[in-house]
């Protein structure tokens, strides 16, 4: 059977996308202020009631403000039709509930954490997701006083350096190419 380059290529990449797929976690960043999450390139704040408990508008302006370990650009969760993807994101993925809340801390149980999309049909209504079991996400007037969860988009507080693994299989790949690569050269 006859291997050329561009299927060694091919080859080696499939196997470093199977491998980046199947180690999706929440890694600490920020020297433990926040969690980075693989399944949803967002970022988390460790403390999830970081802003305390406000109206809406209040949580959307306290969130946007957040400068944690010195990176601004904060959100509150959302995602989806109901603004909830992110936080249901948190529990079926990670299993984060407010019985069990991982890597979080405590999670309050019987509140709910404002989502950044308001209510279509009434703009003075926003969503809200909480955490207790069985999940619940509802529409809230947006004066009441919910908490807010800060995420930010993408992976912070990291300087992109590979493993030491990626790199003996990028090493590995490379040397496969060039053996390859001669072996054709010979022939």
């Known amino acids: ?55 809406w508008d209040q949580q959307i302006t306290s969130v946007s403000n957040l400068n944690i370990g010195g990176i601004t650009g904060w959100r509150v969760a959302s ?28 999670l309050p149980s019987l509140n709910f954490f404002w989502t950044g999309m308001e209510f279509a049909q009434d703009t003075s209504k926003a969503f809200a997701f909480s955490f207790s079991t069985p999940l619940d996400f509802d529409v809230f007037n947006k004066n009441f006083s919910r908490h807010a969860w800060a995420v ?11 493993a030491p693994g990626t790199i ?14 001669r072996r054709h050269r010979v022939h």
């Open 1 to 55: 059977m006859k291997v050329t380059l561009r299927t060694a290529f091919f080859v080696i990449i499939f196997t470093f996308g199977i491998v980046s797929v199947t180690n999706a976690a929440l890694i600490s960043r920020l020297g433990g202020l926040a969690y980075y999450d693989t399944t949803l390139d967002i970022t988390w704040s460790a403390n999830p009631t970081l802003t305390g408990i406000g109206a």
């Open 168 to 181: 003996a299989l990028m090493g590995l790949g490379l040397a496969g190419l060039l053996s390859l690569s």
């Open 152 to 162: 930010h988009d993408g992976d912070v507080g990291t300087v992109t350096v590979p």
């Open 79 to 106: 995602g989806g039709t109901y603004g909830v993807d992110e936080y249901l994101s948190l529990y079926q993925n990670d299993g984060i509930t407010a019985a069990t809340p991982g890597v979080f801390g405590s």
